[in-house]
């Protein structure tokens, strides 16, 4: 595995695996304008890498502490922020940018995950905690919104109920119940939680790319389609899928009685 070391974060690709690993640990991997910077230009590199999954990942004992509140620090005479300024040149774009990939995305939550550590998590196509994790909506202890899509994940993974009172109480939320809820895809023991995302990286690299982004595509826009808007969707979809030489090669390793060798083309 090559692996590049950034000041924030680490940059790493094995095979068709691309992992970033969130890297100030003894500040929990909270976020700050470098680290913003940072996953910028890893982001980049993991669309042009020819990588075939992302996992993102926490060094240390958290995955992300959320937003490092000593950069918003002030003095009493200092003017209030602009705290929509910076979700929308920071923020918001990372998050667009992680849903935007052509290539699945797979969120390891090694430890706590708050504020807007936890909806980063959630941003990915699949997340995976450690028992020993917890998801937390801190915001409302420091007077804030939830952010960095908080709002939207929310309540589309648990219901409404659910989501305004994780955003309204700020209560810790274990793994265990988090996957029991249906935020999280599972919750795996602290020991286990490297080889089970490693083999689930693998066994996405190992799919049909353009499938699997067409199907995020198609159950993100549910959520607000009719069911109408929605076939006619999948109907351009499938017409794509069904010209992509990963489609022909599917049918053919099926017909041929043998694993399929999908490219992402």
Same mark, same amino acid.
């Given at each position: 595995?090559?692996?590049?070391?950034?000041?924030?974060?680490?940059?790493?690709?094995?095979?068709?695996?691309?992992?970033?690993?969130?890297?100030?640990?003894?500040?929990?991997?909270?976020?700050?304008?470098?680290?913003?910077?940072?996953?910028?230009?890893?982001?980049?590199?993991?669309?042009?890498?020819?990588?075939?999954?992302?996992?993102?990942?926490?060094?240390?004992?958290?995955?992300?502490?959320?937003?490092?509140?000593?950069?918003?620090?002030?003095?009493?005479?200092?003017?209030?922020?602009?705290?929509?300024?910076?979700?929308?040149?920071?923020?918001?774009?990372?998050?667009?940018?992680?849903?935007?990939?052509?290539?699945?995305?797979?969120?390891?939550?090694?430890?706590? &995950? $708050?504020? @807007?550590?936890?909806?980063? /998590? !959630?941003?990915?196509?699949?997340? +995976? %905690?450690? #028992?020993? *994790?917890?998801?937390?909506?801190?915001?409302?202890?420091?007077?804030?919104?939830?952010?960095?899509?908080?709002?939207?994940?929310?309540?589309?993974?648990?219901?409404?109920?659910?989501?305004?009172?994780?955003?309204?109480?700020?209560?810790?939320?274990?793994?265990?119940?988090?996957?029991?809820?249906?935020?999280?895809?599972?919750?795996?023991?602290?020991?286990?939680?490297?080889?089970?995302? &490693? $083999?689930? @990286?693998?066994?996405?690299? /190992? !799919?049909?790319?353009?499938?699997? +982004? %067409?199907? #995020?595509? *198609?159950?993100?826009?549910?959520?607000?389609?009719?069911?109408?808007?929605?076939?006619?969707?999948?109907?351009?979809?499938?017409?794509?899928?069904?010209?992509?030489?990963?489609?022909?090669?599917?049918?053919?390793?099926?017909?041929?009685?043998?694993?399929?060798?999908?490219?992402?083309?």
């Amino acid at each position: 595995m090559s692996e590049e070391s950034f000041e924030t974060i680490l940059f790493g690709h094995a095979g068709d695996v691309a992992t970033i690993t969130l890297n100030r640990a003894d500040k929990l991997n909270s976020v700050n304008r470098t680290m913003h910077a940072e996953l910028r230009v890893a982001l980049d590199r993991v669309a042009t890498s020819g990588a075939r999954c992302l996992v993102l990942t926490g060094a240390g004992r958290g995955f992300c502490a959320g937003q490092d509140l000593a950069e918003r620090r002030r003095g009493a005479d200092d003017a209030p922020p602009d705290l929509g300024a910076g979700l929308d040149t920071l923020y918001n774009p990372l998050v667009r940018r992680l849903r935007a990939l052509p290539l699945p995305t797979v969120a390891a939550v090694n430890g706590i &995950a $708050a504020g @807007a550590g936890a909806n980063l /998590a !959630l941003a990915c196509d699949i997340a +995976v %905690a450690a #028992r020993s *994790a917890s998801f937390v909506q801190a915001f409302a202890r420091i007077g804030l919104v939830p952010d960095c899509g908080g709002t939207w994940f929310l309540p589309h993974l648990v219901g409404r109920a659910r989501a305004l009172a994780l955003a309204m109480t700020a209560e810790r939320l274990p793994a265990e119940r988090a996957a029991e809820w249906g935020l999280i895809w599972s919750c795996v023991d602290d020991a286990d939680l490297a080889a089970t995302v &490693a $083999a689930l @990286a693998a066994s996405l690299a /190992a !799919l049909p790319t353009g499938a699997l +982004v %067409a199907t #995020r595509r *198609a159950i993100d826009a549910a959520t607000t389609n009719d069911l109408d808007t929605q076939l006619d969707l999948e109907r351009d979809l499938q017409r794509e899928a069904g010209r992509s030489a990963d489609y022909r090669e599917g049918v053919t390793a099926f017909l041929e009685k043998r694993a399929p060798r999908f490219t992402g083309r």
